[in-house]
């Protein structure tokens, strides 16, 4: 069983990124983060993992059970170039647009799908968790 706190843990984290976007140069977007990531791939990297939860959302309530997409990992690896080509300030506008529709869907799913849903993934629920780390990770980053 979870509470709401969700909601406000996830508007905190979609407040951090817009908090994060708006002071950052383009320059500063293209700061390398790891290995093969920037931060403008951060920002790509949440809009896409956030579309996947509003598309589990939606499957879940259609079918009014659990709709888990077969999907690995490895769509990290295989969607990097295609996230490295989308303009910095592009990454942003459309990582928030979904973190705000999906924190938004969220706040109004019905209840008992969503208690479905975070039992078996919590972090489909608590968006948080997820914007969170890699947003630390781009902080760290851009810290030196």
Do not use: C
Not at 40 to 64: C, K, M, P, Q
Not at 94 to 113: F, K, M, S
């Amino acid at each position: 069983m979870f509470d709401d706190s969700y909601i406000e843990l996830n508007k905190a984290s979609r407040e951090r990124m817009q908090a994060l976007a708006e002071k950052l140069s383009d320059e500063e977007m293209q700061t390398k983060v790891g290995e093969h990531w920037t931060v403008s791939i951060v920002f790509a990297h949440l809009a896409w993992w956030d579309r996947r939860v509003l598309y589990v959302l939606d499957r879940t309530e259609e079918n009014g059970k659990l709709f888990v997409p077969e999907i690995d990992i490895f769509v990290n690896d295989l969607s990097l170039p295609l996230w490295a080509a989308v303009p910095a300030r592009e990454a942003v506008r459309i990582a928030l647009e979904n973190a705000e529709a999906l924190d938004q869907r969220l706040e109004e799913y019905p209840r008992a799908l969503l208690e479905e849903i975070y039992r078996y993934n919590k972090r489909w629920v608590i968006r948080a968790l997820h914007r969170g780390e890699h947003l630390d990770e781009a902080d760290a980053a851009l810290k030196g």
